[in-house]
DNA sequence: ATACCTGCAAACCTTTTGCCACTAT
DNA sequence: ATAGTGGCAAAAGGTTTGCAGGTAT
């Protein structure tokens, strides 16, 4: 039942599909992707575009720049703070840390932006998901699905 | 047509939404804050605190942790780099600084926990949409509906 | 009175999946 | 041979919205 994947093998859609996200620096969304890819391989689907943009982003040749799960976390305290996120179970923790926001000035003195915040987040693993994590696959484990109920359990007070 | 808040008025609904909000450190997902509410108030809606948690985020009483748009996004390059997005525009630019790998460090020993690495987004306005930003509406501007072909210049190489 | 709000349900939209034929190894 | 893949279309799943009746101000 669970799929593993023993080898990535390759083929031409994965092949342009990176060499599309290479050749842009505009941070595309998958149908952006999609389109560009098309031009190349018209009878390429969404779902394979869907399909290859995870191998990618698993097997550390892409990234996504996305939250991580599909829903978004809302937060009482509107000061700005730093999060930590856990990459296995989902939790998300307060950052004990001082917002540095001599940062936003440097970035718009090298972009000639204006930065009214920042947002930083760190990913890993909390304190008890990494004494559980005792093996370390060879495959990227990005691959494999998390089961509802550890992801469940961030919602959780 | 455009429907523009002229005032926000006083609703239980609202108010039991920002309290438990308030009462947790958990950064809930809309739909626990929904499980909770309801514990109060049986009949409300699950639109009701969607609507209510985008009020409470664009008057500044709440943040989202998300990515904003809801689309992911992609980026062929691999290495770990910092990213700025355009409030207005959606574009999103690279950001020219070396990232802090010591910040991880950092957080591991503040909080026990492992970290892998961290994404560090600033929020503001691009060149050109800072210069065209010349009136500052009084009432929080996110709850304005941003035109399509604005969102969509975004997607353009 | 008059906006604003709510509940309900349908609509939306991005992303995921099942199925089956195909293909790289 | 055989597991990984692709195309297609349906499904999923979080979020938004239209509507019509309520409700603060």
Chains 1, 2 share one sequence.
Request: hydrophobic share 30%; proline share 5%; net charge neutral.
């Amino acid at each position: 039942m669970e799929k593993v994947q023993g080898f990535i093998r390759k083929t031409k859609q994965r092949e342009v599909i990176l060499r599309v996200l290479r050749g842009t620096k505009s941070h595309p969304t998958a149908d952006w992707v999609y389109q560009e890819v098309r031009k190349e391989l018209p009878n390429i689907s969404l779902g394979t575009v869907y399909r290859n943009l995870k191998i990618l982003t698993a097997s550390g040749e892409a990234l996504e720049l996305s939250y991580g799960s599909s829903y978004s976390r809302f937060d009482g305290t509107p000061e700005n703070h730093y999060h930590f996120v856990c990459q296995r179970c989902g939790r998300v923790e307060d950052v004990p840390m001082p917002v540095d926001e001599s940062l936003d000035r440097a970035v718009e003195q090298l972009m000639g932006v204006k930065v009214r915040q920042h947002r930083l987040e760190f990913y890993g693993l909390c304190e008890q998901c990494a004494a559980e994590q005792i093996e370390r696959p060879e495959r990227p484990m990005a691959l494999r699905r998390q089961p509802v109920e550890e992801r469940d359990q961030a919602y959780a007070h």
